[in-house]
């Protein structure tokens, strides 16, 4: 069945640094588009990034320029960096992939943005 298991995240200073992964497997991995969301407490949860099957990226106006999404096809691995932090972007981020008629999400991994 398909699995994804993000890791990476934790607390860091505004203006640092984190790169996040997510494990994929249960599909074939290289086919699908993988996109990254976060959710902040007390908000809906809101799209951050994808990347295409063929290497193509789109960022919500709000990370572009700071979160760069990448993908290793031969790891089976998404990955988000993310640059220049700010407080606004707490919250537990997501890896969602939709192989079929069925959206998958993973657990999420917790980024906090504090001094």
């Known amino acids: 069945q398909v699995q994804l298991v993000e890791s990476g995240g934790g607390l860091v200073q505004p203006g640092g640094s984190l790169r996040l992964s997510c494990a994929a497997s249960g599909f074939i991995f290289r086919l699908y588009s993988m996109g990254w969301y976060r959710q902040a407490p007390g908000k809906q949860r809101e799209w951050v990034a994808t990347?295409?099957?063929?290497?193509?990226?789109n960022y919500a106006d709000s990370v572009k320029g700071r979160f760069t999404i990448s993908r290793d096809n031969a790891k089976n691995t998404v990955y988000l960096q993310m640059n220049s932090l700010r407080p606004e972007d707490t919250a537990v981020y997501y890896c969602?992939?939709?192989?079929?008629?069925?959206?998958?999400w993973g657990r999420g991994t917790a980024v906090t943005v504090s001094s």
């Open positions: 969602n992939v939709k192989p079929g008629a069925i959206n998958y």
């Open positions: 990347i295409t099957s063929g290497g193509i990226t």
